[in-house]
């Protein structure tokens, strides 16, 4: 696609639900990164994937958190039991190897999660 | 660990003021400082830089980085109240590109 594409924009969801975040990042892409921007705070890093592979999960913060990446393309982002402190924009991220050397990444518009 | 701190945290100012956004980094191996202007969700691409002493600049912006100090600048002349906007900066080392961000500077430019 000409852009990456998030979805849903805005989750609001029960404490102790699971959530499933969608990340359709553009064509070609082989790079992509999932980050998390609390109110007021920069961008945590969370996964790294190159094709369908994580070789960097280090920022995940707990095992209820998941996410795998088919076809070298979308990826899901997978919340276990949510807890308030999830409450964050889930943003991701892609790139190709010529674009990350010259613009970094693009960024999709993210995922507004909202614990209640 | 990788570390970027950007100062001053908020900033508020008057349209055609100039203004200064620091940021320091703590990268291993690194290879490229980042900027990026975020209004709403997405942030967007403003600068590259990986040379020492290279002034670039796109319209009233313009950023430079200092390799020995490891601090960039990021200066926004005559502002504008659509430079209203968290403006973050992220260094990347030589691996496989993962960036890391700074807490972010929020500006706030009145009329």
């Known amino acids: 696609g000409a852009g990456v594409s998030q979805s849903p924009s805005n989750k609001v969801t029960e404490k102790g639900k699971d959530v499933e975040l969608r990340c359709d990042p553009i064509s070609g892409h082989t790079a992509l990164y999932w980050y998390r921007q609390s109110l007021g705070q920069g961008l945590e890093f969370l996964i790294y994937?190159?094709?369908?592979?994580?070789?960097?999960k280090s920022g995940l913060p707990s095992d209820r958190f998941s996410a795998e990446r088919t076809g070298g393309s979308v990826s899901t982002l997978t919340i276990q039991r949510t807890q308030q402190e999830d409450s964050a924009v889930y943003l991701c991220?892609?790139?190709?190897?010529?674009?990350?050397?010259?613009?970094?990444?693009?960024f999709g518009s993210g995922t507004r999660l909202t614990v209640v | 660990e990788d570390k970027v701190v950007q100062s001053p945290l908020s900033l508020v100012v008057h349209e055609g003021d100039t203004v200064t956004l620091n940021c320091s980094y703590e990268v291993t191996n690194f290879r490229s400082l980042l900027w990026y202007k975020q209004e709403k969700k997405a942030p967007t691409f403003l600068f590259m830089l990986t040379s020492s002493g290279i002034e670039k600049k796109s319209g009233r912006l313009s950023s430079i980085l200092d390799k020995k100090e490891l601090f960039s600048i990021l200066n926004i002349t005559a502002t504008q109240t659509g430079d209203s906007a968290i403006y973050l900066c992220a260094a990347g080392g030589t691996s496989y590109g993962k960036l890391t961000f700074g807490q972010g500077t929020i500006l706030t430019v009145h009329p």
């Open positions: 991220a892609s790139s190709s190897r010529l674009d990350r050397d010259t613009y970094g990444y693009t």
């Open positions: 994937f190159q094709g369908n592979s994580a070789p960097d």
